[in-house]
């Protein structure tokens, strides 16, 4: 039976509710989904999308980091939307944080996301 560990860290925003930041099980990583919070604060970056987008995408890297990987490293993300005409600016930030070999990836539109963020983004990171 695989051994499951908590992740957690400083680096990325606490849990706003009864939930995880990551679970570690075997060499698979699952991440829950980051809206842009600063870590700081816990306060909700309300910038353009792009900068909600990389506020995500850093809290991810931050979670991935504290178990030991990387972004770098996800193998599936999830990308959930509240307007989907924001998908292609979105996805200008989310190439700078993969290479040339990027997780597979789920969009969706949500009516609505916690906190009153326009995106989110979850990952499962290879570890």
């Known amino acids: 039976m695989p051994q499951r560990q908590t992740i957690s860290t400083e ?3 606490a849990a706003i509710g009864p939930y995880s930041q990551a ?3 075997g060499d698979l990583l699952f991440c829950s989904g980051q809206i842009p919070l600063e870590p700081s604060t816990g306060e909700l970056v309300k910038d353009e999308i792009e900068g909600q987008a990389r506020r995500c995408l850093q ?3 931050a979670v991935a980091e504290a178990a030991g990987g990387s972004l770098a490293d996800a193998v599936r993300c999830t990308v959930y939307l509240t307007d989907m005409n924001d998908f ?3 996805n200008e930030v989310y190439a700078e ?3 040339g070999e990027p997780p597979a990836r789920v969009a969706i539109q949500a009516a609505g996301l916690p906190r009153g963020a326009d995106v989110e983004i979850d990952a499962i990171v290879a570890v």
């Open 88 to 90: 292609a600016r979105v």
């Open 11 to 13: 680096d990325a925003p």
């Open 97 to 99: 944080f993969f290479g």
């Open 59 to 61: 809290n991810l890297a």
């Open 23 to 25: 679970i570690r099980a």
